[in-house]
């Protein structure tokens, strides 16, 4: 069974960087065909996809996202991490880690649990 977990500060000043890591346990993030992305979901509204590093470390970023967002990974933790910088309320979301099955049809296949961070001052 594989298990995602997020972790990270609930709460983050305006303009100031949020940081959260995703600690996988029962696969490897180096394992062929998966990759591992971060989703998010604002209060009351739709998920937004934010971005994925693939299974061989390339990351690709939400347009809307790219220029504040940084996905990296440490493979002899098994985590991987997102930073997005310059917040603002509007970053408010519940946040969450997953894994990408790429095969004839790509999908989610496991999520961590989310955790909700909130950009206040």
């Known amino acids: 069974q594989v298990q995602l977990q997020e972790s990270g500060p609930g709460l983050v000043k305006p303009s100031q960087a949020l940081s959260l890591t995703c600690t996988v346990s029962g696969g490897s993030i180096t394992t062929t065909y998966y990759h591992w992305t971060w989703i998010r979901q604002p209060p009351g509204k739709g998920l937004e996809w934010m971005g994925v590093?693939?299974?061989?470390?390339?990351?690709y970023y939400s347009p809307s996202l790219k220029s504040r967002t940084s996905i990296s990974r440490d493979t002899s933790k098994n985590q991987f991490t997102l930073q997005l910088s310059s917040v603002t309320a509007e970053d408010t979301a519940v946040y969450y880690c997953?894994?990408?099955?790429?095969?004839?049809?790509?999908?989610?296949?496991?999520w961590g649990q989310g955790t909700q961070v909130t950009v206040s001052s």
């Open positions: 997953a894994r990408i099955r790429v095969g004839n049809s790509r999908y989610y296949d496991y």
């Open positions: 590093i693939t299974y061989g470390g390339n990351t």
